[in-house]
């Protein structure tokens, strides 16, 4: 075998050597740096379990166990209490100051229907504003019951947008009674064209509903030649 061709072979070998001879000259010379930084995330993760486990964990559990009463309030329709509470148990609104977001995302969902039952009307916006949740009918009627309080606030142009936002959240049958709304108050404000075309809408992309079995009475209000 030529010389030539013995240098290559040793090359790769050479290469290895030094690589690694690199990297303990790097570990001996940062040693103390990286066992620090290690340490730092082991203790970091160790923190992070513990709240987690030993604080986050429970108080959820807590906060959980508090939103049964106030929800029981809530589904039996005596809003004042599921609101404010009944002396022993919390309601919405202490549950939110003590836990936060510890109780879940629907507490503000609950907390702003209370509110529009209530006629607290622009804290209801205020709270179903904060509503997040994944749930896709909540979240629509959610956005229904803003166009509900901005209505009673005589504020008719945001209360349409919110129907409008109610009926598009989600193509269901629920966006039947959303589009109604809005076509009231478009009614309301003078602009039957509109009102129409959305009772038309609902005649022909939600059919099955009861909405669209009492729509022709809308529309022959508007049109009496249709």
Same mark, same amino acid.
Do not use: C, H, N
């Given at each position: 075998m030529s010389k030539i061709n013995r240098k290559s072979q040793a090359d790769p070998e050479e290469k290895v050597e030094?690589?690694?001879?690199?990297?303990?000259?790097f570990l001996e010379k940062y040693k103390n740096i990286l066992l620090y930084v290690l340490g730092a &995330?082991?203790?970091?993760?160790?923190?992070?379990?513990?709240?987690? /486990?030993? =604080?986050?964990?429970? &108080?959820?559990?807590?906060?959980?166990?508090?939103?049964?009463?106030? /929800?029981? =309030?809530?589904?039996?329709?005596?809003f004042a209490l599921a609101l404010h509470g009944d002396g022993n148990a919390y309601g919405f609104l202490q549950i939110a100051d003590e836990y936060g977001s510890n109780a879940g995302k629907s507490l503000p969902f609950y907390t702003g229907i209370c509110q529009l039952h209530l006629g607290q009307y622009e804290e209801a916006i205020a709270s179903l504003k904060k509503y997040a949740g994944n749930d896709e009918i909540t979240a629509a009627r959610a956005l229904s019951c803003i166009g509900d309080a901005y209505a009673e606030l005589g504020n008719l142009p945001s209360a349409y947008d919110y129907f409008i936002k109610a009926a598009n959240y989600r193509d269901n049958d629920y966006a039947a009674r959303y589009l109604i709304k809005a076509a009231l108050i478009s009614e309301e404000q003078g602009n039957t064209a509109n009102a129409l075309k959305l009772y038309e809408r609902i005649k022909i992309d939600y059919s099955n509903t009861a909405e669209s079995r009492e729509v022709d009475k809308y529309i022959a209000r508007l049109n009496p030649e249709s």
């Open positions: 030094k690589t690694l001879s690199s990297a303990e000259q &995330l082991i203790l970091a993760t160790v923190i992070w379990l513990s709240y987690q /486990e030993l =604080y986050k964990k429970p &108080l959820q559990e807590e906060a959980l166990g508090q939103m049964f009463q106030a /929800e029981q =309030y809530f589904r039996a329709d005596s």
